[in-house]
């Protein structure tokens, strides 16, 4: 059964540093998300992409963020000079189509970023 | 704006039980998309059922099936016949679905709920 895919498992690093954050969607899908999920808490909308641009953000997705989708596979969000705040759970996901329609979001495994 | 709220911090049930997880939720929104997913202590996210606005009849996965009472505003999760791999945090989400509206699906999630089986 095809899945979404993240790497890596855990990223360790030191704030000030760029991370980039890998996902792989499931190959026929069209819509991309991420969000994160700080520990202990609810799991919060970041970004939304389609149609290789970002369709909806949140006021968590600022300038210290980005998202690309460099090839026909992967799927990337950066953040640029992390902060300790940023340590989380930060889950991809990928649906086949958009929201007007049953249609799930798979999400892929989680990378934990701890950010020290 | 769309809010889900799930008031039961943890549930306890004993295997075999059923048990019924809250959720209610408040949009504007005529058209929306009420999920549930099961998160283990591994972290990864499991969908486990979805109920559209406009569905006339409850879901129902396997085990699983969803309460939906639209004049209420709520979407309660069953789980029938408890089973202790079902000990996780369960979490309700929503998203907008009205046709040209402006989400282009983002789900907004509760707070989750903690269930715990025991034997």
């Known amino acids: 059964e095809p899945e979404v895919t993240q790497t890596p498992s855990h990223q360790v690093t030191q704030m000030g540093q760029e991370v980039i954050l890998h996902c792989v969607p499931i190959s026929n899908h069209l819509y991309f998300y991420w969000y994160r999920q700080i520990l202990g808490q609810k799991v919060e909308f970041l970004v939304s992409f389609y149609n290789n641009e970002i369709s909806e953000k949140s006021e968590i997705f600022d300038d210290q963020f980005s998202v690309e989708r460099p090839d026909g596979s992967n799927f990337t969000l950066k953040i640029r000079s992390t902060k300790l705040e940023d340590s989380a759970m930060y889950f991809c996901a990928s649906s086949r189509q958009g929201p007007n329609s049953y249609n799930e979001q798979f999400f892929g495994p989680g990378t934990r970023l701890t950010v020290l | 704006a769309q809010k889900i709220t799930q008031t039961q911090p943890g549930m306890f049930v004993q295997e075999k039980e059923a048990v019924t997880l809250d959720c209610t939720y408040d949009t504007s929104d005529q058209s929306y998309g009420l999920f549930w997913y099961k998160q283990p202590s591994s972290g990864e996210m499991i969908f486990l059922i979805y109920?559209?606005?406009?569905?006339?009849q409850n879901a129902t996965e396997g085990r699983y099936s969803l309460n939906f009472q639209k004049a209420r505003k709520s979407a309660n999760l069953v789980i029938s016949a408890s089973q202790l791999g079902d000990s996780a945090m369960y979490f309700c989400?929503?998203?907008?679905?009205?046709?040209?509206?402006?989400?282009?699906?983002?789900?907004?999630f509760g707070q989750g709920t903690i269930l715990t089986v025991h034997p």
């Open positions: 989400a929503m998203r907008e679905e009205e046709a040209g509206g402006t989400s282009y699906g983002k789900l907004t």
């Open positions: 109920q559209g606005s406009y569905d006339e």
